[in-house]
């Protein structure tokens, strides 16, 4: 099975190293950045960023779009859901929007909207976040210790 995930923009910061950490532990996770459409007004920004992250979905993928509107799952379900997709789609891509999220056009192309709770999250803190619950999920579905309930 293939992970992807979408995001918009580059890591330069600490945040970077924690993603490098998450994606060596985890098997089958690439991350495809797709440029920040800069020095534009939001709108036109964010229908740039769409178009880029639409492109970049590979074909037929389930489409998992991070969303402060999406389901907020615990990592149990988190773990147990991703299952459940594996068993749809051997591909999946995960999307983080940028700085002022996505465009309905994006969010009608996802399967499902995951949330990461009702509070506001910074892309790049978003992206460590879900490395690392994809790695806790592998380790759940393993039977792995990493998780404490």
Known sequence: MKITVVAVGKIRDDSAGLCREYLKRLKGVVVTEVAVAKSLPVIAAQNAEAAMILKALPSKTFVIVCDE?????SSREFAAQLTNWQGH???LTFVIGGADG???EVRGRAQFLLGFGRK???????RVMLLEQLYRAQ???AGHPYHRD
Do not use: E, Y
């Open 102 to 104: 996505v465009t309905d």
């Open 120 to 126: 506001t999250w910074p892309h790049r803190l978003a």
């Open 89 to 91: 789609s051997s591909n």
């Open 69 to 73: 509107r999406g389901k907020d799952l």
């Open 139 to 141: 380790q759940i579905n």
